[in-house]
């Protein structure tokens, strides 16, 4: 190798250096603002909630105080609480999960969103609306089959 090429290798060498601290730098701070984004959408949920329906005349919202310890950190009443603040936009299971716990909420099991799963199809309050995966609350739509009701096959004998 001439002298040129020992130079332009060493330049690339420190550029690729540089670009991959660079590239983990950047990485970093997409985990950081995903989390951060992940708390600023739970809140936001919250005052949205309290907006919803429940303000006073002059616009104060109010707090439902009845809400009680154990419902607080059961999964079924958050995943109700935020499908509830979603109105008619369905959500999916993981998502739902993820949002279950950002609350939380406690799902046990190898798979938490799973496990969620397992119990909405056992609640009549949870529908799935339309695609697989995919919930929402049967307030909003009303003619949507349960989820955890099975056909039952006729037995002919």
């Known amino acids: 190798m001439n002298h040129m090429d020992i ?13 991959e601290a660079e590239y983990e730098n950047l990485e970093t701070q997409i985990t950081a603002l ?17 907006l919803k329906g429940q303000g006073t005349e ?7 105080s009845t809400i009680t310890a154990q419902e607080e950190s ?15 936009d ?3 299971y993981k998502e739902l999960a993820d949002l279950v716990k950002g ?10 969103a799973l496990t969620l799963v397992s119990r909405l199809v056992t609640d009549d309050r949870f ?22 009701r099975r056909r039952r096959r006729s037995h002919r004998r």
Do not use: C, W
């Open 7 to 19: 130079a332009l290798r060493t330049a690339l060498e420190n550029e690729k250096k540089t670009l």
């Open 103 to 112: 609350r939380g909420g406690t799902l046990e099991g190898s798979d938490p």
């Open 90 to 92: 369905p959500v999916h």
């Open 58 to 64: 002059d616009g104060e919202a109010q707090v439902d």
């Open 74 to 88: 059961d999964p079924l009443e958050i995943a109700y609480r935020i499908l509830d603040e979603k109105g008619q």
């Open 127 to 148: 529908v799935r609306p339309f695609r697989r995966g995919y919930y929402a609350l049967r307030k909003y739509y009303p003619k949507s089959k349960n989820v955890g």
């Open 34 to 50: 995903r989390a951060e984004s992940e708390m600023v959408s739970v809140r936001l949920g919250h005052i949205v909630a309290l």
